[in-house]
């Protein structure tokens, strides 16, 4: 599905990426872990098309097409989605309406016909009711005045309605209390099919114990270091990332 | 960053309505003079009565010029105006009464059309009435029959001076008098034409009044003049939407808008303008200078201005409300848009005279490219005026960093009961907000719309629904190619 091959980014002038390499099939579950400033949030940016970034070098191919040569909103609509770790607020956008416009717009991408007003609010109720998020947040403007448990609820909520085949969470799990990330992660994993992928980007093994991951990666200095599988996690919960900055210095 | 750089290249759409059509003029020589007064009011076969209303202000307009010059206090640059360089009076050429649309002009019809405006009867089911100002002179108007029944009076004003000379003269210049400023001096003493609306005691106006300006021949200054009447106990809403053709000169407009209110009476109008703002470097476009008032003259009067300002190069306009009536409401919702190199200065006066007078301003600016775009509001509480209320908001959203938002709020509160509040917020569209929104499978432009319809909401909402769609694309054309 997503094949990353010597990715280079730099943000700024500086090198974040330096080579990274992996590769994620239909229906696996990926974890990316690492010590902060290992370039984590920066790959899950890149990925997304965050203009911010620039790519130096490298190849990543998404369902056969160069991802990086597609547009941002292109990039979305062919199904590639990123759970922010910070989520924007949009003043005086009602969530409703900015669903509706992505919505449309992967349609329009497809062919399809838009949805009617109708069978669109039909759709957004069900979603609500399969992430438990409660009803006056479609109501409100995106993301203005949510709670860090709302806006990551939130989040969820859109992937539900986008139907993504590779869903990046980008520290989905910070800033979020045990009964939201129950809900969260809950969500995440209500929506996993033997379709799509899942990349979790985080510090700590909480939210891996729910989403379980079938390979776990260490990314360290712009690179993937090392790639095990889930037993990786409780090792590092346990002795910290130390031992990795030991092993490969600077 | 990418994106940021992106932000600073502006570029503007395409101005749509950039044709001219062929119709045949019929024109006077360019400049302004006593004798150009005179040939106006002789051309429109004006009672006495009025050309001695132009000639006082034509006099006192020269007066002001020779001593004054233009006036400058506004936050704009406006190139110098050659008022002799203006033709200021082209009507298009009169064939006899009209008894049909089969006898329009077949070119006026066409331009109509492009205008996306019919003449026809497609408009009774839209329920809208159109009295259509092609350059300065009334074509036709619809729906005469209708609204007669009805005891309405709505045409144009030149009708009305020859047909309702006692109304004209008890109210042309009550609200807005040739002294109150160089444009009104201006637009007294030359103004073509324009609409004139009564609304009879008692009756509910059954349809949005509309009038589509439109400035069509070269080097032809516009200087429309409307007067609504709603008498005690009546209510009317009434739209003016407006476009221009491309032109590389600068064009003057001058326009006049007074509207009386007695009392229990209440008045909407509704503005969307779009003329030619001049191309991406700045060159053409229309200078509109317009004045705006309304007086609520009768007890539990009510008016409100709601405007979408997304055209002219320089735009000068402050439709006021004067508050006489006790319990009189004024409302004033704008959206103004600037990109490019467009200026606004605008903004409204709420003047409370009479007791428990209340007044919202809720105004919406938006400024992208290197445009500037400023608020001017005034709230004056008079001695008398007993329990006055205001509530005042004033938002800027800036796209880019080469444009400009400024405030200009003055109070002039004299009265200790009143109460007076004022909030203003100035935002950005961030680059976050917009990735945020591609993210989601939505396009920059698409983004742009949702974001700047979401923030413009509570003006758009004001609108009525025809006019709030119309207007909701407008912003989003306006502003394409501003991000991204």
Avoid at chain 2, 17 to 37: A, C, H, M, N, Q
Avoid at chain 2, 143 to 164: D, M, P, T, V, W
Wanted: aromatic residues 8%.
């Amino acid at each position: 599905m997503l094949k990353i091959e010597n990715l280079h980014a730099t943000v700024d002038g500086k090198e974040i990426l330096r080579g990274i390499n992996l590769e994620i099939n239909e229906g696996e579950v990926h974890a990316i872990m690492g010590p902060n400033g290992s370039g984590k949030s920066t790959l899950s940016a890149v990925l997304a098309g965050n203009p911010a970034y620039t790519v130096t070098e490298g190849k990543v191919t998404f369902n056969g097409k160069d991802l990086l040569a597609m547009s941002p909103e292109d990039r979305a609509n062919e199904g590639l989605f990123l759970s922010f770790q910070y989520p924007v607020e949009i003043p005086g956008v009602s969530m409703t309406n900015f669903m509706k416009a992505a919505i449309n717009g992967k349609r329009k991408y497809q062919g399809l016909e838009p949805l009617s007003a109708s069978e669109f609010l039909k759709l957004q109720r069900e979603k609500k009711k399969f992430v438990e998020i409660n009803n006056d947040l479609t109501n409100r403007s995106v993301n203005e005045g949510f709670s860090g448990g709302e806006k990551k609820k939130n989040e969820i909520f859109q992937m539900a309605m986008l139907e993504p085949t590779l869903r990046i969470l980008d520290e989905t799990d910070s800033g979020l209390d045990i009964d939201a990330l129950r809900i969260v992660a809950t969500g995440v994993t209500k929506l996993k099919n033997e379709k799509n992928a899942t990349v979790v980007i985080t510090h700590y093994q909480r939210l891996l114990d729910y989403i379980v991951p079938d390979f776990v990666h260490i990314l360290y200095h712009g690179r993937i270091v090392m790639t095990d599988t889930k037993e990786l996690v409780q090792k590092l919960e346990k002795d910290g990332y130390d031992w990795i900055k030991e092993q490969f210095p600077d | 960053m990418k994106e940021e750089k992106n932000i600073e290249q502006i570029g503007g759409e395409e101005y749509k309505y950039g044709f001219t059509s062929d119709i045949e003029t019929e024109v006077i020589p360019k400049g302004i003079s006593e004798d150009v007064v005179r040939l106006i009011s002789a051309k429109k076969e004006e009672p006495e009565f009025m050309l001695d209303f132009r000639l006082k202000a034509y006099r006192h307009w020269l007066k002001l010029y020779e001593e004054k010059g233009v006036p400058t206090w506004a936050h704009l640059e406006i190139p110098e105006i050659d008022f002799q360089d203006i033709i200021y009076y082209a009507a298009p050429k009169k064939k006899e009464q009209l008894k049909s649309l089969d006898e329009v002009d077949p070119a006026i019809r066409e331009t109509f059309d492009k205008l996306g405006i019919s003449l026809d009867e497609q408009k009774k089911l839209s329920n809208v009435a159109v009295d259509a100002v092609l350059d300065s002179s009334s074509v036709k108007t619809t729906f005469h029959a209708e609204l007669a029944k009805k005891g309405i009076i709505f045409c144009s004003i030149s009708e009305a001076i020859k047909n309702h000379p006692d109304l004209v003269k008890q109210y042309l210049g009550s609200v807005v008098p040739h002294t109150d400023n160089f444009y009104a001096a201006l637009n007294a003493a030359v103004f073509s034409d324009g609409s004139f609306v009564y609304i009879p005691k008692g009756v509910r106006c059954p349809m949005e009044l509309s009038t589509y300006f439109r400035i069509n021949a070269m080097n032809t200054g516009q200087f429309e003049r409307t007067l609504i009447v709603a008498d005690d106990d009546s209510y009317v809403s009434y739209l003016e939407g407006c476009t221009a053709p491309q032109r590389d000169e600068n064009q003057l407009h001058a326009a006049i808008v007074e509207i009386v209110v007695m009392n229990n009476a209440e008045v909407k109008y509704s503005t969307v303008q779009n003329w030619y703002p001049g191309d991406k470097d700045g060159k053409g476009g229309i200078y509109n200078f317009v004045t705006k008032r309304a007086i609520c003259k009768g007890d539990n009067s009510k008016i409100s201005w709601t405007q979408v300002e997304t055209g002219s190069a320089i735009t000068w306009k402050y439709p006021s409300c004067i508050l006489k009536g006790d319990n009189s409401v004024g409302e004033f919702y704008s959206v103004a848009v600037t990109n490019n190199h467009q200026q606004a200065d605008t903004g409204t006066k709420m003047i409370h005279l009479g007791k428990n007078t209340k007044s919202t301003i809720i105004s919406k600016g938006i400024s992208a490219g290197y445009s500037q775009n400023s608020y001017r509001g005034l709230v004056r509480v008079a001695k008398d005026a007993d329990g006055a209320r205001n509530y005042s908001q004033c938002d800027s959203l800036l796209m880019g960093d080469k444009c400009g938002a400024h405030t200009f709020p003055y109070a002039d509160i004299n009265n200790p009961t009143a109460q007076v509040e004022h909030e203003a917020t100035t935002s950005k569209i961030s680059e976050d907000q917009i990735f945020y929104c591609n993210q989601r499978g939505i396009k920059t432009e698409d983004a742009i719309g949702l974001i700047v319809n979401g923030y413009a909401k509570d003006v758009l909402s004001k609108l009525p629904l025809e006019f709030a769609v119309e207007a909701q694309k407008l912003l989003q054309i306006s502003l394409e190619n501003s991000v991204g």
